[in-house]
């Protein structure tokens, strides 16, 4: 009935499933022997101001409360573990108590008026903890515990200034950005052994710096995957060592105009980096003319190093030394306002454990800077080798070094290059240029 008031069930002290709604004169849920149910579903009961179950322990299934917006205080100060709580869109909700809780498989915090996480002081591990619009929480801050995957999510309405992870052991920390909004501090410990994920997709085009400003800590990762395909710039200080690997794509579509990565020193696993940048359409243009990972020494993986922009010529790992599995290198391509590449300096690589490829961004276009190999002068093995779509490519005489141990297996004859010598033209005759 929609006319009733309150709630009280004096005597139930186990339940399945409760579910309340559509009640919009209630006030008052309680259940004060109640110590264990499957889960609680309450919407559509905008005067409910207060819930009482003191001596709920455990809760198998979801505990869902939207919508309660004379809701200001949440208390299940008995329970120790929950399944799912999911908490959202409760105007006055600030106080929270679940201080005995240790274990909670979901927890949804959204649209919520909280200052902090004291409400879950015990909790000592978390499947999954997805934070959103807690426009009272300009710091974040999660407390030493284990979690598989924290999200929290900010808009330009609501931004935190602060996230802060110092201490607590997740798998995968994921920030997402909407509109304009950014993060201006991001701390953790100096070994973070999850995954950074930073995604910026559901932005604004350009208005957004794609990375928060300042970064304490995270001088060692599991993994690192950015999507920045809004973002103006994304630079990446304080990161040195990548345990697994680093994925960055921006699309097609974008507005970056700057990515660097200045500290990264070592990547145990895969590096894939593709950058376009269109930046002939931006009302601030690019000037970044080269890609450089100044301190970068060594991939275990594959590198993936895909570039193509209106003012970038140079791609440079000026300390790379080895690379565990393929390189494939896009040196851009010459169309639509785009450029090839004109130079490429890895004057300390000497070790490609698989393939070798260079080649435009696209199949289908050409490069038409790029004239010699001397920056690969140092290169002294390789699984095999491919170059192909280079139409000013008159020299190898970069390669001869890597020739004195190349065998003729691996020397894949180049296609649509200026010059396309085969085997026996480089290795027996000496025919290094055009």
């Known amino acids: 009935s929609a006319t009733i008031a309150q709630i009280s069930m004096p005597a139930l002290e186990e339940a399945g499933t409760v579910t309340i709604s559509s009640l919009p004169e209630l006030t008052k849920i309680d259940f004060p022997e109640l110590k264990k149910l499957v889960g609680v579903r309450i919407t559509g009961a905008p005067e409910l101001s207060f819930i009482y179950a003191p001596k709920l322990e455990e809760a198998t299934g979801q505990i869902y409360l939207s919508g309660l917006n004379k809701l200001s205080e949440v208390g299940f100060p008995e329970m120790l573990q929950a399944a799912d709580i999911y908490l959202a869109s409760c105007k006055l909700l600030s106080t929270l108590d679940f201080s005995k809780l240790t274990h909670v498989g979901l927890l949804t915090l959204n649209t919520l008026p909280l200052n902090d ?36 999510t900010h808009t330009l309405s609501i931004q935190h200034e602060e996230i802060d992870v110092k201490g607590a052991d997740i798998g995968e920390l994921q920030i997402v950005s909407y509109a304009a909004a950014k993060v201006g501090k991001l701390i953790g410990d100096d070994v973070f052994r999850g995954t950074l994920n930073i995604n910026c997709a559901g932005a604004s085009q350009g208005t957004y710096p794609g990375f928060p400003a300042v970064v304490e800590g995270f001088h060692e990762v599991d993994s690192l995957y950015l999507q920045p395909s809004i973002a103006t710039s994304v630079i990446i200080s304080g990161v040195r060592k990548v345990n697994r690997g680093v994925y960055m794509a921006t699309g097609s579509q974008n507005s970056l105009r700057e990515f660097s990565m200045p500290d990264l020193e070592d990547v145990g696993g895969n590096l894939y980096i593709s950058y376009t940048a269109n930046n002939a359409s931006m009302a601030t243009p690019s000037t970044q003319t080269a890609l450089e990972f100044e301190k970068l020494e060594r991939v275990g993986g594959n590198f993936t190093l895909s570039v193509t922009t209106s003012k970038i010529e140079t791609l440079s790992c000026p300390n790379l030394k080895s690379i565990g599995g393929d390189f494939t290198m896009g040196t851009g391509r010459d169309a639509s306002g785009l450029i090839g590449f004109g130079t490429l300096s890895f004057t300390d690589l000497s070790a490609i454990g698989g393939k070798l490829t260079i080649q435009p961004t696209l199949a289908s276009g050409s490069n038409t800077k790029l004239t010699n190999l001397d920056g690969l002068a140092n290169l002294a093995g390789v699984g095999s080798i491919e170059i192909l779509g280079h139409t000013a490519l008159t020299s190898y005489e970069g390669l001869k070094k890597l020739f004195e141990t190349l065998t003729e297996e691996q020397w894949i004859t180049p296609t649509y290059n200026s010059y396309n010598p085969s085997y026996q033209d480089l290795k027996t005759d000496g025919k290094w240029t055009q």
């Open 117 to 152: 996480l004291s409400g879950f002081s015990a909790l000592q591990t978390a499947g999954t903890i997805t934070m959103s619009s807690l426009s009272a929480m300009p710091v974040v801050k999660i407390p030493p515990m284990h979690i598989d995957l924290l999200t929290v």
